[in-house]
């Protein structure tokens, strides 16, 4: 499986971004998906993850201002980001997996990151 993120950029706090991660290769079976994200000097974290049929999870530093959604025939998913803050700043991955995406694990499958920097 192979994930190619893309959307990432340069923007001022308060601003939008949507980044978009299209899956390509032996997809049959990734029944979910999500967005972790790396400071730097930070660990990667958790952001988002979403199934197959819909279903999403977030971490709480994001409710409310990151949703998460896929195109299943596109193999697509996005992560739309409202009210950036300066403290979004990182590059954000995208990651794949037959189990569920939760905090802590390490996906199956990695994107390349994007770069998202948010000025104050």
């Known amino acids: 499986v192979q994930l190619q993120a893309s959307g990432g950029g340069l923007v001022q706090a308060g601003d939008s971004l949507r980044l978009s991660c299209v899956a390509s290769g032996r997809t049959f079976g990734m029944n979910f998906m999500g967005w972790f994200r790396q400071a730097p000097g930070k660990e990667r974290e958790f952001v988002a993850a979403i199934s197959r049929s819909g279903g999403t999870y977030s971490a709480d530093s994001v409710k409310g201002r990151f949703t998460i959604s896929r195109d299943n025939a596109k193999n697509t998913v996005y992560l739309q980001m409202n009210r950036l803050k300066p403290e979004d700043t990182a590059v954000y991955y995208c990651?794949?997996?037959?189990?569920?995406?939760?905090?802590?694990?390490?996906?199956?499958?990695w994107g390349q990151g994007t770069q998202v920097t948010v000025s104050s």
């Open positions: 990651a794949a997996d037959p189990l569920p995406i939760v905090p802590g694990r390490a996906p199956a499958y």
